[in-house]
């Protein structure tokens, strides 16, 4: 199977462990991933805010850059999400590539067949499930099921789980009072949580929450769930 990452923007910028760390994941089960230097942003911003004709570019892009793949991996679930929903209706040519574009968690449960990617880490951790991949993928408990397999873990019940973050991409510009309102909920659960760290499937969310959970001086890490699996407590 030919398998090539899509680091998304968030990512690339801020966040580049957790591309790597999705590419040890695979290397580690025999695959090999390729990442093309042409790819860009997916447009997700773009066409939330209502600039669809700015994002059109981008669209055709990823079909360029990834239609020869038979698989295409992005560690977040909001990307993912517009290239599965939005990419068929904004350009129908897409929609071949875009049912071939998975969440890790996916690539690795349904189509991969894969839970246990022998993976260790022995922290106390809670799971916080991002509003696209809950509401969006469906996600389900894919996650969660890979994390149950990584020995040493910990895992602990966030409480009111599937609130939102408050982060929401513009949202959080748009409407700053709500979503920190909606930020200072979560980070209370987190904390009730007793949990070291705090995992999910989306950086951006994690970025907010992290803020917020660092400004409460709470000493709990936000870290994406592919950086977990990558562990495998052996030093170097």
């Given at each position: 199977?030919?398998?090539?990452?899509?680091?998304?923007?968030?990512?690339?910028?801020?966040f580049?462990?957790?591309?790597?760390?999705?590419?040890?994941?695979?290397?580690?089960?025999?695959?090999?991933?390729?990442?093309?230097?042409d790819?860009?942003?997916?447009?997700?911003?773009?066409?939330?805010?209502?600039?669809?004709?700015?994002?059109?570019?981008?669209?055709?892009?990823?079909?360029?850059?990834?239609?020869?793949?038979?698989?295409?991996?992005?560690?977040?679930?909001?990307?993912?999400?517009?290239?599965?929903?939005?990419?068929?209706?904004?350009?129908?040519?897409a929609?071949?590539?875009?049912?071939?574009?998975?969440?890790?968690?996916?690539?690795?449960?349904?189509?991969l067949?894969?839970?246990?990617?022998?993976?260790?880490?022995?922290?106390?951790?809670?799971?916080?499930?991002?509003?696209?991949?809950?509401r969006?993928?469906?996600?389900g408990?894919?996650?969660?099921?890979l994390?149950?397999?990584?020995?040493?873990?910990?895992?602990?019940?966030?409480?009111?789980?599937?609130?939102?973050?408050?982060?929401?991409?513009?949202?959080?510009?748009?409407?700053?009072?709500?979503?920190?309102?909606?930020l200072?909920?979560?980070?209370?659960?987190?904390?009730?949580?007793?949990?070291?760290?705090?995992?999910?499937?989306?950086?951006?969310?994690?970025?907010?929450?992290?803020?917020?959970?660092?400004?409460?001086?709470?000493?709990?890490?936000a870290?994406?769930?592919?950086?977990?699996?990558?562990?495998?407590?052996?030093?170097?």
């Open positions: 199977m030919r398998i090539a990452l899509f680091i998304t923007c968030v990512n690339d910028l801020a580049p462990a957790t591309g790597i760390a999705v590419t040890r994941i695979l290397r580690r089960l025999g695959h090999t991933v390729d990442f093309p230097a790819q860009t942003c997916c447009g997700q911003m773009h066409a939330n805010t209502g600039y669809r004709a700015e994002a059109m570019p981008m669209v055709r892009n990823y079909v360029d850059v990834f239609d020869s793949y038979d698989a295409i991996v992005v560690p977040s679930g909001s990307c993912t999400a517009m290239i599965r929903d939005q990419y068929p209706r904004l350009h129908p040519p929609t071949s590539v875009a049912a071939r574009t998975y969440e890790l968690s996916e690539l690795l449960v349904d189509v067949g894969v839970t246990d990617v022998g993976a260790e880490f022995p922290e106390t951790v809670t799971y916080h499930p991002t509003c696209h991949g809950l969006m993928l469906r996600l408990d894919r996650p969660l099921t994390l149950r397999q990584v020995r040493g873990i910990k895992l602990v019940e966030l409480g009111d789980a599937e609130e939102c973050c408050g982060f929401g991409g513009t949202f959080a510009l748009k409407n700053p009072d709500v979503s920190t309102a909606m200072t909920d979560k980070c209370a659960r987190v904390r009730d949580t007793g949990a070291r760290v705090l995992a999910a499937a989306d950086n951006s969310c994690l970025a907010h929450i992290g803020g917020g959970l660092d400004r409460h001086r709470s000493g709990v890490r870290v994406h769930y592919a950086e977990i699996l990558a562990e495998t407590g052996a030093t170097s």
